[in-house]
């Protein structure tokens, strides 16, 4: 009735996903689903053409506790926010997919759509993205190799600044995979996940640049033309 592709290697994921799409069932894609921001756009851009409900997320969006704060009257207006989580790298996937995309997803979650761009700054054991929003506010992920490996959040609101973020198992995860399977309704649009690679992508050549602000317009339309290229 509906699939779910799990594989770890995100590389695998577009081939994997075509033959669902031309079966026309849902599909859940673990993250990341692809192993280039042009890969997920390719298969963004294909469930689309097929009319197939297609998804993405880290199990960190549907925590309990990162959803409080969404609406938490403690908070206020969110104003910004930083984002802590493990970030193991793996030598096949730019460096936040394999692991950062928990915490950049949880930032995301919390800042929502319409980050301009990022700058880095890294180490051999950590690295600490910044991206400026189109309305002034910044929000910061921070992925750490060394030490304690937790996940949270701080969150600046304008009545009050709070912690969350904790991870808290699969289950909410899970849960909204099962309504989107019975709704055909994705609980994370496609536009929100795309902003999510271009920013860990953005943050790659912002290190290649040695730590200079990229614009994820520019990543963006680069990635187009090579998910362009493929077809």
Same mark, same amino acid.
Not at 25 to 41: C, E, H, Q, Y
Not at 96 to 119: K, Q, W
């Given at each position: ?18 033959? *669902?799409?031309?079966?026309?069932? +849902? ?8 192993? #280039? ?19 993405? #997320? ?55 759509? @319409?980050?301009?761009?990022? #700058? ?18 910044? @929000? ?7 030490? +304690? ?9 304008? %009545?009050?600044? *709070?912690? #969350? ?16 399977? %019975?709704?055909?309704? +994705? ?22 640049? @040695?730590?200079? +602000?990229?614009?994820?317009?520019? *990543?963006?339309? %680069? ?9």
């Amino acid at each position: 009735d509906v699939v779910m592709i799990l594989s770890i290697d995100g590389r695998a994921h577009l081939e994997q996903a075509k033959p *669902v799409f031309a079966s026309g069932k +849902p599909v859940f894609i673990d993250k990341p689903i692809g192993g #280039s921001l042009a890969d997920a756009i390719e298969i963004f851009r294909l469930a689309e053409r097929s009319g197939v409900p297609c998804f993405t #997320s880290s199990a960190l969006r549907f925590s309990p506790g990162t959803q409080a704060v969404l609406t938490d009257p403690a908070v206020g207006d969110i104003r910004g926010c930083t984002a802590n989580s493990p970030c193991k790298l793996e030598p096949h996937h730019p460096d936040f997919f394999y692991y950062g995309i928990h915490g950049v997803e949880a930032l995301f979650t919390i800042m929502g759509t @319409g980050c301009t761009s990022v #700058s880095r700054a890294g180490t051999e054991g950590t690295d600490v993205a910044v991206g400026v929003w189109r309305d002034g506010r910044i @929000g910061t992920f921070r992925g750490t190799r060394n030490g +304690p490996h937790g996940y949270g959040l701080t969150v600046f609101g304008t %009545k009050g600044i *709070v912690e #969350s973020g904790k991870f808290e198992g699969y289950e909410p995860l899970l849960v909204e995979i099962v309504k989107f399977f %019975k709704t055909g309704k +994705p609980p994370v649009s496609a536009d929100e996940t795309l902003e999510i690679f271009a920013f860990m992508e953005a943050a790659d050549q912002s290190k290649r640049q @040695g730590g200079c +602000p990229v614009a994820l317009e520019t *990543v963006m339309k %680069k990635a187009q033309q090579a998910a362009a290229a493929t077809k």
